[in-house]
């Protein structure tokens, strides 16, 4: 067997082993985005019951409530960057670290200085590169998340929001993440969480919807505003959750799609290499048959001349 031949058989067995792996971990990912799935659909209710809530107290309270007041000299802010902890998803961490870049920069031209809360070693290790400092980092569960590390991420960020700017708090809080909305679509949006953006409706706008929808009624003790102190914590714990879940299925799901198209690169540099081994070593039998023929025309005319 020739030389080259050899090497292309080599390189042959070597891409079929990748393969291996990336259809290995494009079957893994499949699965764990129906499971991740499940848990997003589980937390929806308990979440738009938790904003209808927060909704009728909003609608019932008449104090500037930190929930809902904007502040009108914003100095700092809270950004929430979710990531990956591990690669092999294609652009999904680079996605969300070039949307948090341009949110720094929206908000610099604002005169509001960045504080980074940061999820995934992905967003660590770019900040950490570059020596950007980092108010807080979570990392090791980016593609499981529970609501324990969602509690850890709320407590942080409030903690902020409730201290004085003056001592290093911030005006608001803003959530950087990817949406899952279904296995070939996935989008990175940046989301203020805090204060909660009001929208006002008309009068006319408010009927129509009361018509279409009845709501449930409310009687609050021992008043709205203690009760949205007590939903603010719950809100921003479920905000986050949420968020992490829907990241961890966008990474799954975008996972899966980079390895599906590292095992259709396989299978293809598979049969282009083939084609070359083929060619390898029909060019060795060709030479292998002219080397036959030449000899038995060299013995032919020795014997001739004899």
Same mark, same amino acid.
């Given at each position: 067997?020739?030389?080259?031949?050899?090497?292309?058989?080599?390189?042959?067995?070597?891409?079929?082993?990748?393969?291996?792996?990336?259809?290995?971990?494009?079957?893994?990912?499949?699965?764990?985005?129906?499971?991740?799935?499940?848990?997003?659909?589980?937390?929806?209710?308990?979440?738009?019951?938790?904003?209808?809530?927060?909704?009728?107290?909003?609608?019932?309270?008449?104090?500037?409530?930190?929930?809902?007041?904007?502040?009108?000299?914003?100095?700092?802010?809270?950004?929430?960057?979710?990531?990956?902890?591990?690669?092999?998803?294609?652009?999904?961490?680079?996605?969300?670290?070039?949307?948090?870049?341009?949110?720094?920069?929206?908000?610099?031209?604002?005169?509001?200085?960045?504080?980074?809360?940061?999820?995934?070693?992905?967003?660590?290790?770019?900040?950490?590169?570059?020596?950007?400092?980092?108010?807080?980092?979570?990392t090791g569960f980016s593609d499981q998340p529970t609501y324990e590390n969602a509690k850890a991420i709320a407590d942080a960020v409030l903690e902020a929001f409730k201290t004085d700017t003056a001592e290093g708090g911030v005006d608001e809080?803003?959530? *950087? +993440? !990817?949406?899952?909305?279904?296995? %070939?679509?996935? @989008?990175?949006?940046? /989301? $203020?969480?805090?204060?909660?953006?009001?929208?006002?409706?008309?009068?006319?706008e408010a009927s129509v919807k009361l018509e279409t929808k009845a709501f449930p009624l409310y009687d609050f003790e021992p008043s709205a505003d203690a009760v949205l102190d007590a939903l603010l914590p719950r809100y921003i714990e479920n905000? *986050? +959750? !949420?968020?992490?879940?829907?990241? %961890?299925?966008? @990474?799954?799901?975008? /996972? $899966?799609?980079?390895?599906?198209?590292?095992?259709?690169?396989?299978?293809?540099?598979?049969?282009?290499?083939?084609?070359?081994?083929?060619?390898?070593?029909?060019?060795?039998?060709?030479?292998?048959?002219?080397?036959?023929?030449?000899?038995?025309?060299?013995?032919?005319?020795?014997?001739?001349?004899?």
């Amino acid at each position: 067997m020739g030389a080259q031949l050899r090497v292309y058989r080599r390189r042959i067995k070597s891409v079929q082993a990748t393969k291996k792996i990336t259809k290995a971990m494009e079957l893994i990912a499949s699965s764990r985005i129906v499971k991740a799935q499940q848990r997003v659909d589980a937390s929806t209710p308990y979440t738009l019951e938790l904003l209808r809530a927060i909704s009728a107290a909003v609608s019932n309270s008449n104090s500037k409530h930190p929930l809902f007041t904007v502040t009108e000299n914003r100095k700092r802010a809270a950004v929430i960057l979710i990531t990956s902890d591990r690669g092999l998803a294609g652009a999904y961490s680079s996605a969300i670290i070039k949307e948090g870049e341009a949110l720094n920069n929206l908000l610099k031209d604002d005169g509001v200085a960045a504080k980074h809360y940061l999820v995934g070693r992905k967003s660590v290790g770019f900040y950490k590169f570059r020596e950007r400092p980092i108010a807080s980092a979570w990392t090791g569960f980016s593609d499981q998340p529970t609501y324990e590390n969602a509690k850890a991420i709320a407590d942080a960020v409030l903690e902020a929001f409730k201290t004085d700017t003056a001592e290093g708090g911030v005006d608001e809080i803003h959530l *950087v +993440y !990817t949406h899952f909305i279904n296995m %070939a679509v996935q @989008e990175v949006r940046v /989301r $203020r969480i805090l204060p909660v953006e009001v929208v006002e409706v008309s009068q006319d706008e408010a009927s129509v919807k009361l018509e279409t929808k009845a709501f449930p009624l409310y009687d609050f003790e021992p008043s709205a505003d203690a009760v949205l102190d007590a939903l603010l914590p719950r809100y921003i714990e479920n905000v *986050v +959750y !949420t968020s992490l879940l829907l990241a %961890a299925a966008s @990474e799954h799901a975008a /996972r $899966r799609r980079a390895m599906k198209s590292a095992s259709d690169n396989a299978e293809e540099l598979i049969r282009t290499l083939a084609r070359q081994a083929n060619q390898a070593r029909q060019a060795e039998i060709t030479q292998e048959i002219s080397e036959i023929v030449g000899g038995a025309d060299a013995l032919s005319s020795a014997s001739a001349g004899s």
